[in-house]
T-cell receptor
Framework: ETGVTQTPRHLVMGMTNKKSLKCEQH?????MYWYKQSAKKPLELMFV???????ENNSVPSRFSPECPNSSHLFLHLHTLQPEDSALYLC???????????????FGPGTRLTVL | GIQVEQSPPDLILQEGANSTLRCNFS?????LQWFHQNPWGQLINLFY???GTKQNGRLSATTVATERYSLLYISSSQTTDSGVYFC???????????FGTGTSLTVIP
């Protein structure tokens, strides 16, 4: 595998289900991100992990719970979602070279989530 | 936070035509990237260009950081260039990238 991979690519879930999205980066980077892209909207940053520590949480509802066990893997745990959470969820990684500078980002193919 | 505006929002081109996409931002930036999002949602890196000019085949980009804008040039457009083009900036205050609203490009044969 190369670059940034995400699984599953498509997910349909009910509002009472619990599911997880997985992201893995094979680039040796030290920062990883979750973004949400709703239809016809720009990407919205959800979470940032820098050296496995969460550094940003942009007012994301608690029904989204991130986990970063190591610098190569990032998960997004989902529970009791709402239909308006249906969107494309994108993972990215980058190499942080200096304090407060996140450098070039590389994206995975995304997980298209539908909440019924 | 920083504002990132892209223009035009929509663009339809005949195959073979040239175009210029613009990204304006409201504050000083450390980094700037251009992406192409294909119809399947994949974001493809085009340029990492905090300043200056770069070229890659039919595409080139210029960022004038002091005047807070960046331009993406597409020459001899092809149908495979269709999709949405995003710019993303990291402000000098750091800590995250902010994406523009995108330019939706359709190239017709």
């Amino acid at each position: 595998e190369t670059g940034v991979t995400q699984t599953p690519r498509h997910l349909v879930m009910g509002m009472t289900n619990k599911k997880s999205l997985k992201c893995e980066q094979h680039l040796g980077h030290n920062a990883m991100y979750w973004y949400k892209q709703s239809a016809k909207k720009p990407l919205e940053l959800m979470f940032v992990y820098n050296f496995k520590e969460q550094t940003e949480n942009n007012s994301v509802p608690s029904r989204f719970s991130p986990e970063c066990p190591n610098s190569s893997h990032l998960f997004l745990h989902l529970h009791t979602l709402q239909p308006e959470d249906s969107a494309l969820y994108l993972c990215a990684s980058s190499q942080v070279l200096a304090a407060s500078s996140y450098n070039e980002q590389f994206f995975g193919p995304g997980t298209r989530l539908t909440v019924l | 936070g920083i504002q990132v505006e892209q223009s035009p929002p929509d663009l339809i081109l005949q195959e073979g035509a040239n175009s210029t996409l613009r990204c304006n931002f409201s504050d000083s930036v450390n980094n700037l990237q251009w992406f192409h999002q294909n119809p399947w949602g994949q974001l493809i890196n085009l340029f990492y260009i905090p300043s200056g000019t770069k070229q890659n085949g039919r595409l080139s980009a210029t960022t004038v950081a002091t005047e807070r804008y960046s331009l993406l040039y597409i020459s001899s457009s092809q149908t495979t260039d269709s999709g949405v083009y995003f710019c993303a900036v990291e402000p000098n205050t750091g800590n995250q990238f902010y994406f523009g609203t995108g330019t939706s490009l359709t190239v017709i044969p």
